[in-house]
């Protein structure tokens, strides 16, 4: 929406007001009454309705109070800005939909060369001169304070994540006119030649302030142009927010910027200099009396030489490139994450477990439903498992797989995912080689349970990268204890293997001899039994199971001396 608000003697005035590109509803609210000299922008705060209606609450009621000429223009400001902000809180009490509605105001009144600004929030008003742009309002926000403290600068507040939280705003809680540290009131003297920019964040978000002021002194005359070219770039910028511009000019402004760059220098004539014949690709001098007749040069080579040259070519190469980049990219669409529903047998609903395999892409998850599968899978790099009730899918070993068998097995990569919920059982008839192998990074188990039935009969077993063997040349009740400790501590448990001796000096056979039969008395372990002029032996399993003595060599009360674990058993 645009229009020429009011041509005065005193001011041109013109505003427009657009919803952007993202949104579909305008919240903010232009405020010209340029026959009193009122000028202001209103932006709404609470989601589409809530937001709407603290605008148009706070229009009403400023130029209501405006229409009566009561009191010094600072009062008059500050005291429309005060009724406006309890009349929001008003009705947003009234209704729970209304809740925490609120607006940020920019208000000016230009009357007898004087300039009084009225402000609350974040949008803004700039003047200006031939001498330049000058922004005379103060954001009331984090990032705000921080750009014009100079600590950020405009660029890094444009893009800052927390530009649009503001800690002062009309509508939040009941104000009372008089109130400090509330209105924001600045004055200043308007000349004949000045001019004010009132706006929304829509525009300053999008645009920086040396296109405000590029664009306002090319339109200069024209305040209807100035407007619309103002919003056009900030939607040329991406449109992110509402838009809304007031603009107005002094009468003299227009013939003041005739001539002038945008820096507010004076234009004047351009120093003397070489002049570049483009088409011709030659550097014509300027001839002077004194001078002697200069030739045409060639300036082919001096370009191709050139460093900038060169700069220039690759910078023009390189936002080509990212261009052509982003155009290609425009279009790819990420697909979401998906769950897929798995069953053990392929049903309406579900699908089988191989079926889903073929279908599923790094991010998804296959949620498997309760039952027996009779089948091992390799999860691809980046998607998940899971069971939909954790304890009720077990994994096992189908009956007609021969060769080694894994039951889950991982793909390589970083992506990683989660296995959770699983249960995979090993039987004496089915047995699982290996459990789960995992390969790559990023892999979370949880709520894994691995049984085996094989256990429960008390067998020592190596449980190696993918093998387990039963452990063979152990005593029963040194067997015991080592599984138990292995079984604590995750270690292997082998039988050592007999190390060999260097046998050059000997042939060999003597050497192995003696390392065998060593071997053999430390996986013995005997107990020695003593009697005068007499020694006896009986084994450990003897000892502790039948608890019976060699024959003719013990009577009762005697001892008998545990000599290979150093201890001492009493018969008695």
Request: contains cysteine.
């Amino acid at each position: 929406m645009s229009e020429i608000a009011a041509v005065t003697p005193a001011l041109l005035a013109a505003f427009r007001t657009d919803p952007g590109r993202v949104r579909a509803n305008n919240e903010d609210v232009p405020l010209v009454d340029a026959e009193r000299g009122v000028f202001g922008v209103i932006d709404g705060i609470g989601g589409q309705a809530a937001g709407e209606l603290a605008a148009a609450i706070a229009h009403d009621v400023i130029l209501q109070r405006l229409s009566r000429p009561l009191g010094t223009p600072p009062e008059r400001v500050r005291e429309a800005i005060a009724i406006a902000n309890n009349e929001i809180f008003r009705r947003a009490g009234g209704a729970t939909e209304l809740t925490g509605m609120t607006c940020v105001v920019t208000l000016a009144i230009v009357t007898d060369g004087r300039l009084t600004i009225g402000h609350v929030g974040d949008s803004r008003l700039y003047k200006i001169r031939p001498d330049g742009l000058q922004k005379l309002t103060h954001d009331h926000s984090p990032v705000g304070e921080r750009e014009d403290a100079q600590e950020l600068s405009e660029l890094a507040a444009m893009r800052h994540p927390r530009r649009h939280e503001v800690f002062r705003d009309v509508g939040g809680a009941l104000r009372d006119k008089d109130e400090p540290d509330y209105v924001e009131i600045t004055e200043q003297p308007f000349e004949r030649d000045a001019a004010i920019l009132l706006c929304t964040d829509g525009l300053t978000d999008m645009v920086p302030s040396t296109t405000i002021d590029r664009l306002v002194r090319t339109h200069a005359g024209d305040p209807d142009s100035v407007v619309e070219a103002l919003v056009d770039a900030a939607n040329d910028a991406g449109g992110r927010d509402n838009v809304t511009v007031v603009y107005a000019e002094g009468p003299e402004f227009s013939q003041s910027m005739r001539g002038r760059p945008s820096n507010g220098a004076a234009a004047g004539p351009p120093p003397p200099h070489h002049v570049v014949d483009t088409a011709r690709l030659e550097v014509t001098v300027p001839r002077t009396a004194a001078a002697p007749d200069v030739a045409r040069v060639n300036v082919w080579t001096r370009v191709v030489r050139s460093r900038i040259t060169w700069f220039a070519t690759g910078l023009v190469a390189g936002i080509a490139a990212a261009l052509l980049l982003v155009w290609r990219t425009a279009g790819t669409e990420i697909a979401p994450p998906r769950a897929i529903i798995v069953s053990a047998s392929s049903s309406t609903t579900a699908l089988a477990l191989a079926d889903a395999l073929r279908t599923v892409r790094p991010g998804d998850t296959l949620q498997l439903e309760p039952g027996i599968y009779a089948e091992g899978l390799t999860l691809p790099d980046g998607v998940s498992l899971t069971a939909r009730v954790p304890g009720t899918v077990t994994f096992v070993r189908p009956a007609v797989s021969t060769d080694s068998w894994t039951a889950i097995e991982t793909a390589d990569g970083d992506a990683g995912g989660r296995i959770a919920g699983i249960r995979i059982e090993s039987t004496a008839e089915l047995p699982i080689d290996v459990a789960v192998k995992i390969a790559g990074q990023g892999r979370s188990l949880e709520l894994l349970e691995i049984t085996d039935a094989r256990r429960s009969r008390g067998a020592g077993w190596s449980v190696g990268r993918a093998e387990r063997k039963p452990c063979r040349g152990l005593g029963h009740a040194a067997g015991s204890r080592r599984r138990r400790a292995a079984r604590r501590h995750g270690q292997h448990l082998r039988a050592p293997e007999p190390r060999r001796r260097n046998t050059s000096d000997d042939g060999g056979g003597r050497a192995d001899r003696l390392q065998a039969e060593r071997l053999h008395r430390l996986r013995r372990r005997r107990c020695q039994v003593h009697r005068p002029g007499r020694t006896a032996t009986i084994s450990r399993r003897q000892r502790h199971s039948q608890r019976r003595a060699v024959p003719g060599s013990l009577k009762g009360g005697e001892r008998i001396d545990a000599v290979a674990s150093g201890r001492v058993c009493d018969r008695r």
